[in-house]
């Protein structure tokens, strides 16, 4: 069946089952692949995207439902030149190792900030306990939300990204304060 | 130390050196751009367009959902009518063999299924989504066999046969029951009579369960042919091992396989998520070539939650029955260990590592242990994770030592301060090895500060503080864990173009613990560079890169020692140009801070980049390194913790941990500041939640739309909990020991596995010391197992005073 949603601001239509998976359709459809999946019973969170705006695990929603909706992914959340205060936290405060989790992570505290900038450590706990991370032991992530939190409240938003043409690894990392 | 180490002359081992890169906590992950903008691809992103292809098939498993069954007949019909490819045993190159450890195996059962969930039959699909349909349309009728779980169960004669010969891999039981083989026996001094003599003697026996890696990424391969040459993109640590293997399993040459990690090439080699040790071979690898092959397109194959739990490796339940033997002044005398490892349906003879920790760990004389692994059904293949065995063998020995300092009266750090194996001169007892390097007493003595032990501890069973139903204890723990094992030599490349471009060629990678920036800071540093903006890095690509071995075992970092000579190869090649253009000997040329310079006189210089501009054509370096055989290659801690336990509701929380690692020389900060958090907090699943289960009835009728008896309980992040962002604990202090490992690039040592390695039990003492000493003997420690203690502390109120009256002898 033909399926049209808006996917980061692009219009998305294609055929698809009636079966298929929201998290598939944005994969598979739309091709992109930064959410990414790593269950098959809505535990994990990697999957995480905005479906008008609130957290949805892709993977419990079909692309049927979301037919005629807007879904932000992480790709979406920043533009092609910039980052969102939330990417530029966990870069700054390395919120994550293997990485395969971070979008998911990201995409649960934009979120949380969007309807709270100022959310104290059990809040920050509650909005990301549906995703899971391996690598990290979470408190590098806790610690890139605080720090997203405080940026967003004060203004400092969008990252130019300068970030991005300065190439990955060099020593002084993303523009913005020295470290 | 009677091995004289090895020296590039780059390798800069005095400890007070001031470098550019190393060590430097403002250097970021390379990758974190990437993975921040959800740019990275991993396995299961790649796509057709990727790879140059406008097709793509799908690729998944039937397993077996019985532990121990014939296979009595498969039927692919439907399946094939509908469309899709299937395999069997049957349609595979006979004989072809495929795994590691002692037992290797056709990819595809046979005849006879030895844990639940061994794959029986393979599909692929043209989409994703068909591959579900194409496995429900096979058909695979099993005759059930009477199956055993427990390895003291699967050694007596009446178990069913999994092994030939007695369940024990690589040997058997004899007429008298003596095992034959397969088995590990050492012995240092008198055992008997130094237990005889003992002041103190304590015997007791402690297990662990059988746990799973849970990545968040799920194993995975692409795999496509161009005419006779085979590409397959795997999410793996090991690209060397998997090349070799494909290469085998289909009789061509290994240089007509190219494996890499993700997509290889720039800076995408390490995109294989977490690796836990669980990402080296693997079936799917080769499954997914034979129906590459067959279909003419490439095939994707990636796990599933179940078939990644219950088909791919885990850590092995490992139990151990000791005797110890002390002096009432502390000192001990005597340890007597006998372990059991269940290494699984297809495990190999593992079990030797874990007793190491011990022999190593603890200074005594006399010491003896037996270790026997044994083939049960109850899971697929004991393996690595996070260590090979010594994750289990360190709860263990801590809990033993711990109980021995107990019984003893003595406090718990003054027992480890006296008895653990420490500086000056440590050496492997048994072999007569001296240590690279050793972090002890310093890191004990830095981490029992960090905490505040003298202040925290109120003595055996009595915890820090009561309030109300909560009660807070304090626990602590050593760990001495052996860092892999000298693999072949490690070989890497360093390339420097005219235009200044430095690339770093590696086949290391890189699954999160943060390689693909250490091994560019390495060579960064060993050629003056202050700055890593102009170093590229193409990592885990057999096309590109040349072997390095496994990544895996905390020894990357070590293994990537050889990128000091090739920076040593490549100063050979180019010095002499520089020289002439500076009026200089080359013999007298150095990098330093952007520039090569004349050590007879600093001022006569010239930029990297304008010397790199003298060269007509790139030029790359060479290295190879081969870490010495007869050392001993130790990595050393402690770990201090403070767990509240509320004793009305028996939940346990982590308050604190305190942990101090020799990491040898600290290369990238805060990957391996991280890498000991992350690894600390993974420890809270091991000592808490983390148990892979299966429904113990035998033969009993089978419920319809479940499983039979025998089978899975927990594959799925549902009920095999791992740590939440709940479970992290209010502080977590991390402690990197610089403690210079001369036979490491800049003296590091690594790191890896020795961040799990020990968290469990520092945590689980530290919950003893809450519940009146309660001694806890099996992992994970389950809410059951809380209520236990707090019914036991209950009825005992002395309970810390009341078991301390020893077993005298
Ligand atoms: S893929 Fe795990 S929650 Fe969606
Ligand atoms: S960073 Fe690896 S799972 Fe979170």
Redesign the pocket.
């Known amino acids: 069946m033909r399926v049209q949603m808006e996917i980061n601001g692009i219009r998305t239509e294609s055929n698809t089952d009636a079966t298929t998976l929201l ?1 598939d359709f944005i994969r598979e459809e739309a091709g992109l692949t930064g959410t ?13 995207v905005l479906l008008d705006g609130r957290v949805v ?4 929603v079909l692309a049927v439902q979301a037919a005629g909706r807007k879904v932000t992914t992480i790709e979406g959340l920043g533009d092609a030149n910039d980052l969102s205060p939330v990417q530029y936290a966990f870069w700054k405060k390395h919120g994550l190792q293997c990485g395969f989790c971070t979008p998911g992570m990201i995409v649960s505290a934009y979120a949380l900030l969007q309807r709270n900038p100022d959310p104290d450590e059990e809040e920050i706990r509650n909005a990301l306990a ?1 995703n899971l991370c391996r690598c990290t032991g979470y408190v590098k992530i806790v610690e890139s939300v605080r720090y997203a939190a405080k940026l967003t409240r004060e203004g400092k938003t969008p990252f130019r990204a300068a970030a991005r043409r300065r190439k990955e690894g060099e020593i002084h990392g993303p523009p913005g304060e020295s470290l | 130390m009677s091995s004289k180490p090895q020296s590039s002359g780059l390798n800069n081992l005095d400890p007070n050196a001031k470098f550019n890169l190393v060590g430097n906590q403002a250097v970021t992950r390379r990758d974190i751009y990437a993975k921040v903008t959800g740019q990275r691809k991993y396995t299961p992103d790649i796509g057709p367009g990727d790879i140059g292809r406008s097709t793509m098939w799908y690729a998944g498993f039937l397993v077996a959902p019985h532990p121990h069954a014939r296979v009595t007949s498969i039927d692919v019909s439907a399946a094939q009518a509908a469309g899709y490819v299937t395999l069997v045993e049957s349609d595979l190159p006979v004989g072809a063999l495929f795994g590691i450890g002692a037992r290797a195996y056709p990819p595809l059962v046979s005849s006879e299924v030895l844990y639940p969930g061994q794959p029986v039959a393979a599909v692929a699909a043209p989409t994703a989504n068909e591959v579900v349909d194409a496995l429900n349309l096979i058909k695979v009728e099993y005759e059930q066999l009477p199956y055993v779980f427990d390895a003291q169960e699967a050694l007596q004669a009446s178990a069913p046969q999994l092994w030939p010969g007695g369940n024990v891999p690589g040997g058997g039981v004899g007429e008298n029951g003596a095992v034959t083989s397969g088995t590990l026996t050492l012995n240092l001094g008198d055992v008997d009579t130094a237990l005889a003599n003992a002041d103190v003697v304590y015997e007791d026996t402690f297990g662990t369960s059988i746990q799973q890696h849970f990545e968040i990424f799920p194993r995975g391969a692409v795999a496509y042919w161009s005419g006779g040459q085979l590409t397959v993109n795997a999410s793996t640590q090991f690209a060397w091992a998997v090349q070799q293997q494909l290469a085998a399993y289909f009789a061509i040459p290994a240089t007509d396989v190219r494996v890499s990690t993700s997509l290889g090439g720039y800076e995408d080699g390490g995109a294989l998520g977490n690796g836990l040790g669980n990402k080296s071979t693997g079936e799917e690898y080769v499954l997914a070539a034979v129906l590459a092959q067959k279909i003419g397109a490439p095939v994707k194959f990636v796990h599933t939650r179940l078939t990644h739990a219950r088909t791919t490796t885990n850590r092995w339940p490992l139990s151990a029955t000791f005797r110890l033997g002390a002096m009432n002044d502390g000192t001990l005398v005597a340890i007597d260990g006998i372990y059991t490892a269940n290494v699984g349906g297809r495990g190999g003879a593992q079990g030797a590592d874990a007793v190491g920790d011990f022999y190593n760990a603890y200074n005594c004389p006399n010491m003896r242990f037996y270790s026997i692994p044994v083939t049960t059904d109850a899971y697929s293949n004991g393996a690595a994770m996070r260590s090979v065995g010594e994750e289990q063998g360190h709860f263990l020995m801590e809990s033993a030592i711990d109980e021995l300092a107990h019984k003893l009266n003595m406090d718990p750090v003054q027992f480890r301060l006296k008895n653990m194996r420490q500086a000056p001169n440590p050496v492997e007892p048994f072999a007569n090895l001296p240590y690279t390097t050793i972090a002890q007493p310093q890191a004990l003595q830095e981490a029992m500060q960090a905490f505040g032990w003298s202040n925290l501890w109120k003595g055996w069973g009595v915890p820090s503080s009561v309030n109300g139903t909560k009660r807070v204890g304090v626990g602590m723990c050593i760990q001495n864990a052996s860092k892999g094992s000298p693999f072949p030599p490690s070989t890497s490349q360093v390339q420097v173009d005219p235009d200044g471009t430095v690339t770093v060629y590696i086949g290391l990678t890189d699954h999160g613990a943060g390689g693909n920036t250490t091994f560019p800071l390495i060579a960064s540093e060993a050629l003056g560079l202050t700055s890593m903006a102009n170093v590229k890095l193409i990592q885990s690509d057999t096309m590109y890169t040349t072997n390095a071995s496994v990544t895996a075992g905390s020894q990357s970092t070590h293994n990537s020692h050889s990128l000091l000579y090739a920076v040593e190869d490549l100063k050979n090649q180019w010095f002499p140009i520089v020289a002439s253009k500076l009026n200089a000997n080359a013999n007298n040329l150095a990098f330093g801070n952007d520039t090569i310079y004349d050590t007879t006189n600093p001022s006569n210089s010239i930029s990297f980049n304008d010397a790199a501009a003298l060269l007509t054509s790139s030029i790359k370096g060479f290295g190879v390194w081969q870490i010495p055989f007869n050392v001993a290659y130790r990595s050393t801690g402690a770990r201090f913790a403070q767990v509240e336990v509320d004793t009305e509701t028996a939940v346990v929380h982590v308050i604190s941990h305190t942990f101090a690692l020799g990491l040898g020389r600290t290369i990238f900060y805060k990957g391996a500041i991280h890498q000991m958090m992350g690894g600390s907090v993974m420890g809270i699943g091991s000592a808490f939640f983390e148990e892979l289960l299966n429904d113990p009835s035998q033969n009993v009728t089978v419920t319809p739309g479940f499983p039979s008896s025998g089978s899975w309980l927990n594959p799925n ?1 549902h009920d095999y909990q791992i740590p939440t962002i709940y479970e992290n604990p209010d502080s977590a202090n991390v402690i990197p020991v610089e403690n210079i490992d001369p036979t490491g690039p800049f003296g590091a040592t690594g790191i890896g596995e020795n961040c799990i390695i020990a968290a469990d039990i520092s945590f689980i003492n530290a919950l003893s010391n809450a519940l009146g000493g309660y001694r806890f003997h099996k992992t994970p420690i389950r809410i059951e197992d809380v209520v236990e203690a707090i019914q036991w502390m209950n009825s005992n109120p002395n309970g810390a005073s009341s078991t301390s009256s020893s077993t005298t002898s």
Do not use: P
């Open positions: 998290s990414h999946a790593g269950c098959d019973t809505s535990n994990c969170g990697a999957c995480t695990k892709s993977c419990t549906g | 992040f």
